[in-house]
T-cell receptor, first 109, second 115 residues
Framework: TQLLEQSPQFLSIQEGENLTVYCNSSSVFSSLQWYRQEPGEGPVLLVTVVTGGEVKKLKRLTFQFGDARKDSSLHITAAQTGDTGLYLC?????????FGGGTRVLVKP | KAGVTQTPRYLIKTRGQQVTLSCSPI?????VSWYQQTPGQGLQFLFE???????NKGNFPGRFSGRQFSNSRSEMNVSTLELGDSALYLC??????????????FGSGTQLSVL
């Protein structure tokens, strides 16, 4: 059985600070997606990482896929209040996505 | 273009009743996936339909069912509602069958409360 863990479960920081959230598993994934979900809305795709060791940048967000393709991290530089939300990782195995429990991020002004 | 539309937005039912939720995917998208989201269990996969055929199914009891029409619109039905079915039900569409690199577009969900 695949175990998927996101940490921390909750993170509260001040605007301007940096933060990192993690997605770890016991299984190897063919690819992994990161989504952000704001209150009252559905998740929105941020990025897809495919290659082990891959690093992708999206403005202030940096995504990394582990060399062994079993883990991933999301780093936000100089967080803004608009970064508040639930961050979900979704590794793909075969043709099905499995979502982690998410990290709830609160950026305070 | 219009996004994924889910109706109704909110729903209140009592135990034992049944409910039908609707999802209209983005125009041209042929795959529709359904997810249940609760604070305790997170986002759990219910099923995926592609070209009117169920392609994948999650670990939910048979009370949960769905279908997809020729215009790609999808419905999911929950019969004999239980308190534990209270959740946000999310629908996601994708251009082709959901897979490892396919981008999912989510609707805003239907918040179901079972009393």
């Amino acid at each position: 059985t695949q175990l998927l863990e996101q940490s921390p479960q909750f993170l509260s920081i001040q605007e301007g600070e940096n933060l990192t959230v993690y997605c770890n598993s016991s299984s190897v994934f063919s690819s992994l997606q990161w989504y952000r979900q704001e209150p009252g809305e559905g998740p929105v795709l941020l990025v897809t990482v495919v290659t082990g060791g891959e690093v992708k940048k999206l403005k202030r967000l940096t995504f990394q896929f582990g060399d062994a393709r079993k883990d991933s991290s999301l780093h936000i530089t100089a967080a803004q209040t608009g970064d508040t939300g639930l961050y979900l990782c979704a590794p793909a195995a075969g043709n099905k996505l499995t979502f982690g429990g998410g990290t709830r991020v609160l950026v305070k002004p | 273009k219009a996004g994924v539309t889910q109706t109704p937005r909110y729903l209140i039912k009592t135990r034992g009743q049944q409910v039908t939720l609707s999802c209209s995917p983005i125009s041209g998208h042929r795959s529709v996936s359904w997810y249940q989201q609760t604070p305790g269990q997170g986002l759990q996969f219910l099923f995926e339909y592609f070209s009117e055929t169920q392609r994948n199914k999650g670990n939910f009891p048979g009370r949960f069912s769905g279908r997809q029409f020729s215009n790609s619109r999808s419905e999911m039905n929950v019969s004999t509602l239980e308190l534990g079915d209270s959740a946000l039900y999310l629908c996601a569409s994708s251009l082709v069958a959901a897979g490892r690199n396919e981008k999912l577009f989510f609707g805003s969900g239907t918040q179901l409360s079972v009393l």
